[in-house]
C-alpha cells in the first residue's frame, strides 16, 4: 500500500499550503481529481520526489519513501505525450535504463510488447510509432523495470477516442495481473468513471476521499 500522511508543502513565493493524506492500494486505480491549479501535479510530484515536503510521511508497505531520490523510488510515471527517443527503436528505448548483459534481454523484450499488444514492432524507430503504440511502449518499459507504482499524468488526453478505450483497458488489465498501485490524474470524469476504483478530489490544499 502506498501511504501519504500530511504530506506539506508549499510552493516558493505562494501562500497556499498543501496538506495532502491518502492510501492507494496493490491492483488498484485510484484516481485523483481536481481543477485546474487544485495541486494535482503537486501530488504527483511529491509521490516521485521532484518536490521535497517540509512534513509528512511517504511510504510503501511501510517502507519510507522521502530519504530517496527521483531515481530511486519504485516508480515509473506515464504523461501525455510519452517520452520516448524519437531517433531509436522501440528495442533501444526499452533497453535504456535496463540492467546490461542481461543474456534473456532480447527475450524480456520481446515478452513485454507482445503483453502490450505489440508484437512485431522491435525495430521501428520511435518517431514512426502512433501516440497509442508509444504509450504501449511506455507501458512495456513499466513493466521491464518491475516498479510497483505507476503514477498516470493525464495519459489518455492526446489520444482519439477508440485508442484512449483501448490503452484504457490495457492500463487497467496490467495493474490488476500485476498488483500495480496505480495513481490516475485526470481531468477527464469518463477516465476516472472507467478506472478508478478509489477516488480522491483535491480541493483547498487537501484530498478528499469519495
Ligand atoms: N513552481 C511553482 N511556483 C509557484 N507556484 C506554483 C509552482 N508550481 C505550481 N504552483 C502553483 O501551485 C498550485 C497547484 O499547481 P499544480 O500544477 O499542482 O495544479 P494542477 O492541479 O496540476 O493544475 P493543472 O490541472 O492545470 O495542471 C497552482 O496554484 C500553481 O499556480
Redesign the pocket.
Known amino acids: 500500500m502506498l501511504q501519504a500522511e500530511h504530506l506539506r508543502f508549499i ?4 501562500t ?1 499550503q498543501f496538506d495532502l493524506s491518502m492510501v492507494a492500494r496493490p491492483g488498484e486505480i485510484t484516481a485523483v481529481s ?12 511529491l509521490i516521485a520526489g521532484f518536490l521535497t515536503p517540509s512534513a509528512g510521511r511517504l511510504t510503501l508497505d511501510g517502507q519510507d519513501l522521502l530519504p530517496l531520490p527521483p531515481e530511486q523510488r519504485p516508480i515509473s510515471i506515464l504523461f501525455q505525450s510519452e517520452t520516448l527517443f524519437e531517433h531509436l527503436s522501440a528495442y533501444q528505448n526499452l533497453e535504456l535504463g535496463l540492467p546490461r548483459g542481461a543474456t534473456d534481454l532480447q527475450q524480456q523484450i520481446a515478452a513485454a510488447l507482445a503483453e502490450v499488444g505489440l508484437p512485431g514492432v522491435l525495430k521501428q524507430r520511435a518517431d514512426t510509432l502512433s501516440g497509442g503504440e508509444k504509450q504501449r511502449v511506455a507501458l512495456a518499459r513499466t513493466l521491464l523495470r518491475n516498479r510497483p507504482v505507476l503514477l498516470l499524468d ?1 495519459p489518455f488526453s492526446a489520444l482519439d477516442d477508440d485508442t484512449r478505450g483501448t490503452i484504457r483497458t490495457l492500463v487497467k488489465s496490467l495493474t490488476e495481473r500485476h498488483r500495480w498501485i496505480t495513481l490516475l ?1 485526470s ?1 477527464h470524469v469518463d477516465d476516472v468513471e472507467a478506472l478508478a476504483t478509489r477516488r480522491y478530489q ?1 480541493r483547498d490544499g487537501m484530498l478528499f476521499e469519495g
Open positions: 510552493h516558493p513565493g505562494a497556499r481536481g481543477q485546474s491549479g487544485s495541486g494535482k501535479s503537486t501530488l504527483l510530484d493525464e490524474v481531468h483535491l
